[in-house]
């Protein structure tokens, strides 16, 4: 499905000989690949290897030196006016570590903010748009209550709703399980398992290897801002083709 290479006119996301330094480090070092449509991509590597900032690029979180990245069919890079890059940013559904809800709002409203204020939904539409998607990550009983009142993996369920009321094209996630209790893992997961089953097109940073394994169709091992590998789930975890790559799994397992 993934054309390495970039040239596939069906990618979602198309990274072309991106390169990113802060100050003297090279930290993007010429990321030529794609990730195509309704593919689930799961990012992992060592601290440090560039995963997030490759990331963050998409919606310009962070900028890059040379290179083009397109959306969904659209350039990103280069000069964006700032209602461009507002609208960029709406469309590509972001979700974090830590889990950045608005804590003065309740969740339905959190979940309802951005479609009234920049897609200009009428309230009662968006109120019964965020009600579902509460009801599709389990939590319409919560949509009174406030994000101080949720624990970590019921406030992580809310962003990634809020991230969804925008209907994005494809849904960044950038170790959206390592700051949540372990037990509160697994019900983050069971969402994106769900939102991949329905072929949304992801981007997983995680070292969630478990599901990476059952969840992606394909896996990139990033190391010193290089993507080393990038294979299907089977291979990598079977027979990793890069000495970093093996290494990096094998102290996984230790
Ligand atoms: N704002 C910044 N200024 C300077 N250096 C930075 C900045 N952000 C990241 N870096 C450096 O760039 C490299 C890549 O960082 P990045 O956060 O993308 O790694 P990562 O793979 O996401 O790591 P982790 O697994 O720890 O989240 C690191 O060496 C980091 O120290
Ligand atoms: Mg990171």
């Known amino acids: 499905m993934t054309d390495p290479k970039g040239s596939d006119a069906s990618a979602m996301i198309r990274f072309s000989r991106v390169n990113k330094h802060y100050g003297e480090y090279h930290a993007l070092v010429d990321i030529d690949a794609s990730v195509a449509k309704g593919e689930v991509l799961v990012v992992c590597g060592p601290s440090g290897s560039g995963k997030s900032t490759l990331i963050r690029t998409v919606n310009r ?3 890059i030196d040379s290179g083009s990245i397109s959306f969904d069919g ?6 964006l006016r700032r209602a461009d890059l507002n609208r960029l940013r709406s469309r590509v559904g972001f979700v974090f570590q830590s889990f950045n809800l608005f804590p003065h709002l309740s969740t339905l409203e959190n979940v309802t903010l951005s479609p009234i204020r920049i897609n200009g939904l009428a309230r009662d539409v968006a109120k ?8 599709r990550v389990g939590l319409a009983d919560k949509a009174g209550a406030y994000p101080a009142q949720l624990s970590g993996g019921q406030q992580q369920r809310v962003a990634i709703a809020r991230a969804l009321a925008m209907e994005p094209p494809a849904m960044l996630f950038d170790e959206p399980t390592s700051a949540l209790d372990p037990e509160m893992v697994g019900e983050v997961l069971a969402v994106m398992k769900s939102l991949a089953a329905d072929g949304m097109t992801m981007i997983c940073v995680t070292h969630e290897m478990g599901f990476a394994r059952e969840v992606a169709d394909r896996i990139w091992f990033m190391d010193a801002g290089r993507i080393l590998e990038s294979a299907d789930p089977e291979t990598f975890f079977t027979d990793p083709q890069h000495p970093r790559a093996r290494r990096f799994l094998s102290d996984l397992r230790h």
């Open 61 to 63: 979180l962070e900028e």
């Open 74 to 79: 659209q350039e990103v890079t280069g000069r």
């Open 128 to 135: 019964d748009k965020a009600m579902a998607l509460l009801d």
